[in-house]
């Protein structure tokens, strides 16, 4: 289990971050167009996992929009933006901001990949969401860089996840 704060107060996750090495798990997610992206999917490109709690939050924005401009303009490489917010609303964020350089997915329906990653808080009051990370993998799904945001409505490093890309 890790702790994180919200607003200075803490809450707990249920596990904590792949180690660095680690070869990533496998997930399913849903994106907004309602098909299934897998880790497989994305095999043979970097991939950047931005996790946070919901797109409806100003900060779950703001990562969203910097990593569509920054990260997407790197060659062989993917940003996947994951919540547990329905694909619909993923949708209609995206739509209305323009954004179209990063993919995003759901882990509405079961939760399985918070669970899995040790993401899924499981304090009130942001209970069953994700805690705010970054996680980068290789071209071979291997775990080069992680950060567990320590307090979430705070940003993540985008300049150190994007440098563990090269």
Known sequence: ?????????????????????????????????????????????????????????????????????????????????ISRDLPFAQARFCGAEGIENVINASDYATGQFGKDYGLEIVDPPLLNLHSRAVIVLDENGKVVYTEQVPEIVDEPNYEKALTALK
């Open 1 to 81: 289990m890790s702790t994180v704060t919200l607003k200075g107060n803490s809450i707990n996750t249920s596990g904590s971050l792949p180690k660095v090495g680690e070869q990533a798990k496998d997930f399913t997610l849903t994106k907004t167009d309602l098909s299934t992206l897998t880790l497989s999917d994305l095999k043979g490109s970097k991939v950047v996992l931005n996790i946070f709690p919901s797109v409806d939050t100003s900060t779950c924005a703001t990562s969203v929009r910097k990593f569509n401009e920054q990260a997407s303009g790197l060659e062989n490489t993917k940003v996947v933006c």
